[in-house]
């Protein structure tokens, strides 16, 4: 680490990855969102807490066991790290039930949408519940009494789980003291009454409500003392020794089943439950009081994300849009490669559609003068137009190939499958490089025309996941530039084979070139700022973490730089301090749909260099991932990328978060000039809103 630049200067990245978890609760806090709404954003907090502890808590856990080795570059040790996060994560849970409890459950029932407790239930909820607790439950349970004979369990990660305390005699005259309860995830969490039962349109009792009412059903003569809800976090990273595997696919396949079992990081139980049991609970885990979190509620508000699903209340959720399509290839039937000729293509998800993207591939997939396709995938989902398209085009006896990156955290199994399908139509299916992530998002359709080979290519900054591109903000180009083809044709050649990296026209590429550019690309404006020329850098990002990047926008910022990034995550770099970053400024928008892309544009003495990218500034990104950066070079589209991806959301006052030298963030001010929302205006210019929205 540079002298000049000391670990004070670094703010810590697992206590920035909190402080996002703040701005997204303040969405559920906020009354002008959409109450169904509101408690989406609840169930995100937790879920982002729960990959937080996977895989963060986890690694600093490990870390733990090294004694005096820092965290990170802002110096703070793993085990003064772990007390910090402890204290921050029980504040924000202790906000979000709060804000559960004593907002959203009592305006939900304003609504007619209960959460009917144990207490209220009438004569005839009781039988109902009790015929569905015979029924439908208690056939697939299996209560687990403790003695020597029947060790603690195997609890899976995540799952919802039960301790009973017991007093008594069984059958074979054992006097079990304590019992575990493990509910089967086939269960839903959320049970819904029938209307003429529960009184209101919507009536819902809590799974962990019948287990508690019918608990004593399971142990017949015994006596329940106590019966408390309990979940268990796990660390869910896998490792793969790069020097030790040998086959990449055999080896994951042999891993993902003992993710589940992983060791335990957090233990979740209910307020009400006593001392002694939750020591008892934290000594079967191996965890310290430090790892244990006390909730007022249900322990997994995460199984509570699909109930807006379920209810027919519009008026409480975001309202609906059509994503647009470009005009250029806006009629139906419309020959994506007959557009391309004329010019690139933009799509910014989800304000305009993925379609075009799906419409591409199914094309080739399906014209006869396609020779070959190639693809990277990173997370595409469990079912997929667009896998199911690469594998039309491989029974159709075309060239496919398909870099399936395994290693796609959560997402390994369903690679795996893809990657099996694939193989069985005879694709070509490779696995990138050990060691290196491919989180390119690349396509290549070669296509045969006047006896001539031409390459169409689609770059992006976000997934090939039609889901997922209805609620993160990504943009992909379209391009047949032959150039920029030609770079794209050479990291699908060093994927697949051996040999030099060669050299890259336009595209700038980890591990290889992407971090020496972006920091020549940050010194060049240094340098027009000391040579008195206007110099100007802004960026777009999830996560800025890597040092020397930060170094070099430090010292471009003493240069006299203006710099304007639009962070949406993890940041480590101190915005406004005086003598060091003075003309920087970071902000974070949180709104309606996630922000996903990665923009970079740097002033050039005027000629506004952009590009687009998969890639964050963070050390992973740059050096054990293989990404591309691609530039937009047509003027109208580089200009549609600053406005829209760029200029709208420094302009932002609804939705977006200022943050200060010390790492913490105040929503701007909106009573400052007129409101203006970045995602609502791209709403309203690029798809069809409801006509009260236009």
């Known amino acids: 680490m540079s002298k000049k630049f000391p670990t004070q200067q670094f703010i810590n990245r697992e206590l920035s990855a909190l402080e996002f978890n703040r701005r997204v609760l303040a969405q559920a806090e906020d009354k002008q969102v959409p109450l169904l709404e509101r408690l989406k954003y609840l169930c995100i907090v937790s879920s982002n807490l729960d990959e937080f502890f996977e895989i963060r808590v986890a690694g600093l856990k490990e870390q733990q066991n090294l004694a005096g080795i820092a965290a990170g570059p802002d110096g703070m040790e793993a085990r003064q790290l772990l007390k910090r996060i402890a204290e921050e994560v029980r504040k924000i849970i202790a906000r979000q039930y709060q804000v559960f409890n004593e907002e959203v459950i009592p305006a939900l029932k304003a609504e007619g949408i209960h959460f009917i407790r144990r207490g209220d239930w009438n004569e005839a909820q009781r039988d109902w519940i009790r015929n569905f607790f015979f029924n439908e439950v208690k056939p697939v349970l299996t209560p687990i009494g403790l003695d020597p004979s029947h060790p603690f369990p195997r609890i899976l990660n995540k799952s919802l789980n039960f301790t009973i305390e017991l007093q ?24 819904l009454l029938p209307r003429e039962i529960s009184g209101c349109d919507y009536g819902y009792v809590f799974l962990s409500s019948i287990l508690h009412a019918h608990v004593g059903e399971l142990f017949g003569g015994m006596e329940v003392l106590s019966c408390h809800q309990f979940r268990v976090t796990r660390n869910s990273n896998l490792f793969v020794d790069d020097e030790e595997v040998k086959n990449l696919r055999t080896k994951l396949q042999g891993e993902l089943p003992q993710r589940h079992f992983g060791n335990a990081v957090r233990l979740e139980i209910t307020d009400n439950c006593s001392d002694a049991t939750a020591a008892y609970l934290l000594q079967q885990f191996d965890l310290t009081q430090d790892d244990l979190y006390r909730v007022e509620g249900p322990v997994n508000l995460v199984r509570l994300m699909g109930l807006p699903d379920l209810v027919e209340r519009d008026h409480l959720k975001f309202p609906p849009f059509v994503p647009g399509i470009p005009n250029v290839i806006q009629k139906k039937g419309s020959d994506m490669f007959k557009a391309l000729h004329k010019s690139d293509i933009l799509l910014h998800h989800p304000f305009q559609s993925f379609k075009p993207v799906i419409d591409f591939i ?66 070509h299916v490779v696995y990138g490089v050990v060691g290196h ?90 340098q027009h700022a000391k040579d008195g020329k206007p110099a100007q850098i802004t960026a777009k990002m999830n996560s800025l973490l890597e040092p020397e990047i930060i170094i070099a926008l430090y010292e471009a910022s003493q240069a006299g730089v203006q710099i304007d990034l639009i962070i949406r995550g993890v940041c480590a770099l101190r915005p406004g301090v005086k003598g060091l970053s003075e003309n920087i400024s970071v902000r974070s928008v949180i709104g309606r749909f996630l922000e996903h892309p990665r923009i970079f544009h740097f002033l050039n003495n005027d000629a506004n260099d952009v590009y687009l990218s998969s890639a964050d500034w963070m050390d992973r990104n740059f050096f054990r991932r293989i990404e591309v950066c691609f530039p937009v070079l047509d003027k109208k589209l580089k200009k549609r990328v600053m406005d829209e991806g760029l200029k709208m959301y420094l302009q ?33 210019e690029l798809s069809s809103l409801p006509p009260a929205l236009n």
């Not at 290693?407 to 399908?421: G, V």
């Not at 025309?449 to 609620?471: C, I, M, Q, S």
């Not at 977006?656 to 009573?671: F, L, N, Q, T, V």
Request: glycine share 6%; hydrophobic share 40%; charged share 25%.
């Open 652 to 684: 932002d006052n609804q939705q977006s978060w200022i943050m200060d030298g010390e790492g913490h963030y105040k929503r701007s001010d909106a009573k400052r000039g007129s409101p203006k929302c970045a995602q609502l205006q791209l709403l309203q």
């Open 362 to 427: 199914q094309q080739a997939a399906a014209d006869p003068d396609v020779v070959a396709i190639k693809q990277t995938v990173y997370r595409t989902g469990v079912d997929s137009a667009l896998m199911e398209a690469l594998l039309l085009a491989a029974r159709k006896g075309k060239e496919v190939t398909v870099v399936v990156e395994l290693l796609a955290r959560f997402d390994e199994e369903a690679n795996l499958n893809w990657a099996s399908r694939l193989e069985e139509v005879g694709a």
């Open 437 to 526: 992530k491919t989180h390119a998002k690349m396509l290549m359709v070669v296509r045969r025309e006047d006896g001539k080979l031409k390459r169409y290519v689609h770059l992006g900054t976000g997934n090939y996941h039609p889901r997922t591109a209805r609620f993160y903000t990504d943009f992909g180009l379209f391009t047949a530039h032959d150039e920029i083809c030609a770079d794209v044709n050479e990291v699908f050649s060093q994927l697949t084979s051996l040999g030099k990296a060669g050299e890259l026209r336009h595209l700038w590429q980890s591990p290889f070139s992407l971090h020496s550019q972006v920091i020549h690309a940050i010194k060049r404006e240094t």
């Open 168 to 191: 008594g005699k069984d059958a074979f005259g054992r006097s079990t003291a304590r019992a575990i309860v493990q509910a089967p995830r086939v269960l839903p969490r959320i049970i």
